[in-house]
């Protein structure tokens, strides 16, 4: 009796091994297939082109998480705005908060500009937490790689060992390419860069960038004519040289300091996986982002 | 009291340092300046011409425990032949978090006919609810004691079946005097992604139940809607296309003065939104009433055009200019209206 429950928990572990995992950003899809390799099949709800703050709930994202064992984001209030309606709808108890099939990435990871004291909305769309944009650096994103390796550990400890090796691969190759990338940053001379959003934050900060200004006046609010004014004197006094817009932004405001710089580059870059067609792992998406700073996307 | 109670709920709370536990707690609130020529004058009649506050809401959700979450909703707006204004329990309810493939709710909610009875006044699409909507369902829509259930069917679009079992206390549709008296609903909601920029949603329900002479009423509901967002540039347009029918059959119902039968009437809206520029949108709205009517029913038809402006996902302000003819007026009535629409502290997401 005994060799026929195990046999058939040998041959049921065979037949649904693979785990199902829903991210909700391109970039956290590409880490766990890469992590998970053969044993896991990842989706990602977000598209690399689409602003992650506002995607929209829809109820075909919940079909699929009803049918997922890990759900993965960012947290820290990035996907407040859908990803709670996604959970609730998708009614799969594996993948609600406090289950092992909930993972929430950007509180491991140490984030960046977490406000002090009071916050208002006067301020902007400002995250309580921090900023959330952690998977432009590739370091954190390393660390991600092993948290997540853990985690479909946890899950599938038929496969731990695998899952484990897999993420340490993957944290030393974006290490060892980490210090590639600053070499050709610092060949670049360039050190100061204005953005739309503050969404490279973590991308400049690994490389030791200032981004001392952004398009956007304030944090989820467009820009307006007297800003761009203040930012053009900035750049100015600043001798800033490049201009990165996140492409899921209009960066056709861009011709209008041009007109008053014509020296400036501007570059419109993606920022996720997928944001481009030809950024299929997150190590292309780094190195899109130095070749723009070269000058030579 | 009750708003000594309402200031304790509200700040009484964190000063005690449990401010980790409290719900998510928001308002809504929009303000209202109204002028047409089919508008009252009188400011106890809601909607008046003039400058009014449309309805405050005031919302907690929060996690009861892994099981559970709670969510209350308390609405402040003008009571019915008033200028006072009271606070009602919008919706107060409590539903699974932890079950397979269903959702189980209690309590006071909104109930799942059609589309746009279930959403918050300050999430309408237009300033005001479509006339057939206020017509069978009331000012407040149909929004009822009761228990749900939402199944998501195992197939592999979007199908979703909601059963309810209701109090029928709405006075425009039901209005039973036998409190034992329960109301049934069955909802079937499609969704298909025709492509990754753009879904259909089709929905049929249903509604019965006795009535405030013990007459069984009944609605009948289609929903058919098209939402278009393209994943690249998708933060600056966007359509969507809705198109909403109901169908009441209200036996016993006449009209007050000339005791014509008002039993049966169906109607329909039909509304493009088209987000032009990150924060504008144009729309526009066509809606008829008295496709099937008894002889008591006046048959109404009304155009409706927005625009909208969104300084940010908290704010919004708009202005709706409708044209309208009821039978038996014999002439156009017309109205322009502006609202703002404002939110302020944790909000839950908006359902798609």
């Given at each position: 009796?005994?060799?026929?429950?195990?046999?058939?928990?040998?041959?049921?572990?065979?037949?649904?091994?693979?785990?199902?995992?829903?991210?909700?950003?391109?970039?956290?899809?590409?880490?766990?297939?890469?992590?998970?390799?053969?044993?896991?099949?990842?989706?990602?709800?977000?598209?690399?082109?689409?602003?992650?703050?506002?995607?929209?709930?829809?109820?075909?994202?919940?079909?699929?998480?009803?049918?997922?064992?890990?759900?993965?984001?960012?947290?820290?209030?990035?996907?407040?705005?859908?990803?709670?309606?996604?959970?609730?709808?998708?009614?799969?108890?594996?993948?609600?908060?406090?289950?092992?099939?909930?993972?929430?990435?950007?509180?491991?990871?140490?984030?960046?500009?977490?406000?002090?004291?009071?916050?208002?909305?006067?301020?902007?769309?400002?995250?309580?937490?921090?900023?959330?944009?952690?998977?432009?650096?590739?370091?954190?994103?390393?660390?991600?790689?092993?948290?997540?390796?853990?985690?479909?550990?946890?899950?599938?400890?038929?496969?731990?060992?695998?899952?484990?090796?897999?993420?340490?691969?993957?944290?030393?190759?974006?290490?060892?390419?980490?210090?590639?990338?600053?070499?050709?940053?610092?060949?670049?001379?360039?050190?100061?860069?204005?953005?739309?959003?503050?969404?490279?934050?973590?991308?400049?900060?690994?490389?030791?960038?200032?981004?001392?200004?952004?398009?956007?006046?304030?944090?989820?609010?467009?820009?307006?004519?007297?800003?761009?004014?203040?930012?053009?004197?900035?750049?100015?006094?600043?001798?800033?040289?490049?201009?990165?817009?996140?492409?899921?932004?209009?960066?056709?405001?861009?011709?209008?300091?041009?007109?008053?710089?014509?020296?400036?580059?501007?570059?419109?870059?993606?920022?996720?996986?997928?944001?481009?067609?030809?950024?299929?792992?997150?190590?292309?998406?780094?190195?899109?982002?130095?070749?723009?700073?070269?000058?030579?996307? | 009291?009750?708003?000594?109670?309402?200031?304790?709920?509200?700040?009484?709370?964190?000063?005690?340092?449990?401010?980790?536990?409290?719900?998510?707690?928001?308002?809504?609130?929009?303000?209202?300046?109204e002028?047409g020529t089919g508008v009252?004058?009188?400011?106890?009649?809601?909607p008046?011409?003039?400058?009014?506050?449309?309805?405050?809401?005031?919302?907690?959700?929060?996690?009861?425990?892994?099981?559970?979450?709670?969510?209350?909703?308390?609405?402040?707006?003008?009571?019915?032949?008033?200028?006072?204004?009271?606070?009602?329990?919008?919706?107060?309810?409590?539903?699974?978090?932890?079950?397979?493939?269903?959702?189980?709710?209690?309590?006071?909610?909104?109930?799942?006919l059609g589309k746009h009875n279930q959403l918050?006044t300050?999430a309408f699409p237009f300033i005001d609810a479509p006339l057939i909507n206020q017509l069978i369902l009331g000012d407040e829509g149909l929004?009822?004691?009761?228990?749900?259930?939402?199944?998501?069917?195992?197939?592999?679009?979007?199908?979703?079946?909601?059963?309810?079992?209701?109090?029928?206390?709405?006075?425009d549709l039901?209005?039973?005097?036998?409190?034992?008296?329960?109301?049934?609903?069955?909802?079937?909601?499609?969704?298909?992604?025709?492509?990754?920029?753009?879904?259909?949603?089709?929905g049929?329900s249903?509604?019965?139940?006795?009535?405030?002479?013990?007459?069984?009423?009944?609605v009948l509901g289609a929903d058919l809607t098209f939402?278009?967002?393209?994943?690249?540039?998708?933060?600056?347009?966007?359509?969507i296309w809705q198109t909403e029918y109901l169908n009441a059959?209200?036996?016993?119902?006449?009209?007050?003065?000339?005791?014509?039968?008002q039993?049966i009437v169906s109607g329909a809206a039909s509304w493009l939104q088209y987000?032009?520029?990150?924060?504008?949108w144009v729309q526009a709205r066509q809606e008829y009433v008295g496709l099937t009517k008894s002889?008591?029913v006046p048959s109404e038809n009304k155009t409706s055009f927005l625009l909208g402006?969104?300084?940010?996902?908290?704010?919004?302000?708009r202005v709706q200019y409708d044209f309208e003819n009821l039978q038996g007026r014999?002439k156009m009535d017309q109205t322009v209206a502006?609202q703002?629409?404002?939110?302020?502290?944790?909000?839950?997401?908006?359902?798609?």
């Amino acid at each position: 009796m005994k060799t026929i429950i195990v046999l058939f928990a040998l041959i049921s572990q065979s037949a649904f091994a693979k785990l199902n995992v829903i991210t909700t950003l391109p970039d956290l899809r590409a880490i766990t297939e890469e992590v998970g390799g053969s044993n896991v099949s990842a989706e990602s709800i977000a598209k690399g082109t689409q602003d992650p703050h506002y995607v929209e709930a829809k109820p075909s994202f919940m079909v699929r998480a009803n049918r997922a064992d890990l759900m993965i984001s960012i947290g820290l209030d990035l996907e407040v705005g859908w990803l709670p309606s996604v959970i609730q709808g998708a009614r799969n108890p594996k993948i609600v908060k406090g289950k092992p099939g909930f993972l929430e990435v950007g509180p491991m990871v140490d984030p960046l500009e977490v406000p002090k004291g009071t916050i208002t909305r006067a301020e902007g769309d400002v995250h309580p937490f921090g900023n959330p944009h952690i998977t432009l650096d590739p370091t954190r994103m390393g660390k991600v790689a092993v948290i997540i390796g853990d985690r479909l550990a946890e899950l599938d400890s038929a496969h731990a060992a695998d899952y484990k090796k897999n993420a340490l691969a993957l944290q030393k190759r974006l290490a060892d390419k980490t210090k590639l990338w600053q070499h050709r940053i610092d060949a670049t001379k360039i050190t100061k860069i204005v953005t739309y959003h503050k969404t490279l934050t973590y991308f400049f900060d690994r490389f030791h960038l200032e981004n001392p200004g952004f398009l956007e006046p304030k944090p989820g609010i467009p820009p307006t004519s007297g800003h761009i004014i203040e930012i053009i004197d900035l750049i100015k006094k600043q001798k800033i040289s490049l201009l990165m817009i996140e492409n899921y932004f209009d960066a056709s405001i861009t011709k209008r300091i041009k007109q008053e710089v014509p020296t400036i580059r501007a570059e419109t870059v993606p920022v996720a996986v997928d944001g481009a067609p030809n950024i299929h792992r997150i190590d292309d998406l780094y190195e899109h982002l130095v070749q723009a700073i070269e000058g030579k996307e | 009291m009750k708003h000594s109670l309402l200031f304790i709920l509200l700040f009484g709370l964190p000063a005690l340092g449990q401010n980790r536990f409290n719900p998510d707690i928001s308002a809504n609130f929009l303000g209202l300046y109204e002028r047409g020529t089919g508008v009252s004058d009188d400011r106890t009649q809601s909607p008046h011409n003039g400058f009014a506050l449309q309805e405050a809401e005031l919302q907690m959700l929060s996690d009861v425990d892994p099981y559970l979450r709670a969510s209350v909703l308390l609405s402040i707006s003008q009571q019915k032949n008033s200028a006072d204004y009271g606070i009602d329990p919008e919706e107060v309810f409590l539903e699974t978090t932890s079950l397979p493939y269903v959702t189980i709710r209690g309590g006071k909610f909104k109930m799942a006919l059609g589309k746009h009875n279930q959403l918050h006044t300050h999430a309408f699409p237009f300033i005001d609810a479509p006339l057939i909507n206020q017509l069978i369902l009331g000012d407040e829509g149909l929004n009822e004691s009761g228990v749900s259930a939402n199944v998501l069917l195992p197939v592999d679009w979007y199908s979703e079946v909601t059963a309810q079992a209701f109090s029928l206390t709405s006075e425009d549709l039901y209005g039973s005097g036998n409190s034992g008296n329960v109301g049934g609903l069955l909802h079937l909601k499609n969704l298909f992604d025709l492509t990754d920029d753009l879904t259909m949603e089709i929905g049929l329900s249903g509604t019965m139940g006795k009535n405030s002479l013990a007459q069984t009423s009944s609605v009948l509901g289609a929903d058919l809607t098209f939402k278009w967002r393209p994943a690249i540039g998708g933060k600056y347009h966007a359509l969507i296309w809705q198109t909403e029918y109901l169908n009441a059959d209200r036996p016993g119902q006449i009209d007050a003065t000339t005791h014509l039968s008002q039993a049966i009437v169906s109607g329909a809206a039909s509304w493009l939104q088209y987000q032009f520029a990150e924060r504008w949108w144009v729309q526009a709205r066509q809606e008829y009433v008295g496709l099937t009517k008894s002889v008591g029913v006046p048959s109404e038809n009304k155009t409706s055009f927005l625009l909208g402006f969104f300084p940010s996902e908290f704010s919004g302000f708009r202005v709706q200019y409708d044209f309208e003819n009821l039978q038996g007026r014999g002439k156009m009535d017309q109205t322009v209206a502006l609202q703002y629409n404002i939110s302020i502290g944790a909000h839950p997401a908006h359902a798609y």
